[in-house]
């Protein structure tokens, strides 16, 4: 003869003081909730700060050739270009700066007879005085101010609190010697900023959702 099979016990009856007792309080879960999105806005604001360097990553294999930069601003389809071109820098204006994990120092001046374009330039560590002689040939990336990014964006009020003088509205930065190769990681870190946004929101949602009880 077979065992019976085992039957399953009839559910037993909610309590209803059970029932009645108020929803427990959850501070660590609207404390997860408010980080996760604070982390989610800060992560896209960051990856769309990097839009342009992103985009010039990029760019071709060849510079474009720029005839004069001595005359008025560069047409806007040169906008996060990577150009060559020849320039003598003027002094007025002109100031000298250091960036962190940089051992090198930097420049920035416009160019001679146009204080609508300004060039970056690095100099060795090592040659800043008199040793250093500025360049008259520059190859690198050619963006307007305001899309030249976070590492960029102190220039034009360092001009100001340095010199007087000030970098006109609509300018021009080239920075010499950055090819789009360089800016490579711009893509990488961009894409993992939006990876953790993505999985932030995902988080959220998570969260969010209501439990089915079973």
């Keep these: 003869m077979h065992a019976p099979e085992p039957t399953l016990a009839a559910a037993e009856p ?8 108020p929803e427990p309080r959850r501070p660590g879960r609207w404390l997860a909730l408010a980080t996760m999105a604070a982390t989610t806005l800060v992560a896209a604001l960051l990856a769309w700060s990097l839009r342009h360097e992103a985009a010039y990553a990029t760019r071709g294999a060849e510079p474009v050739e720029v005839a004069d930069l001595g005359a008025a601003s560069p047409p806007r389809d040169l906008a996060n270009a990577w150009v060559s071109a020849d320039a003598l820098l003027g002094a007025s204006g002109a100031v000298r700066y250091k960036r962190p994990a ?3 120092s930097f420049r920035l001046a416009p160019v001679a007879g146009n204080e609508a374009i300004w060039i970056e330039v690095r100099v060795p560590d090592g040659m800043e005085g008199p040793r250093f002689v500025p360049p008259s040939s520059f190859v690198g990336r050619l963006v307007p101010f305001e899309e030249a990014g976070l590492r960029h964006a102190a220039l034009p009020g360092l001009v100001h609190d340095v010199t007087g003088a000030s970098v006109p509205e609509g300018a021009w930065l080239l920075v010499d010697g950055e090819s789009p190769r360089e800016l ?12 953790v ?3 932030n929101v995902w988080g959220i949602v998570r969260l969010m959702r209501p439990v089915r009880d079973t």
């Design 102 to 104: 940089h051992s090198d």
């Design 184 to 195: 490579r990681w711009s893509l990488a870190l961009a894409s993992l900023l939006l990876g």
């Design 197 to 199: 946004a993505a999985f």
């Design 14 to 21: 909610a309590d209803p003081e059970l029932e009645a007792l």
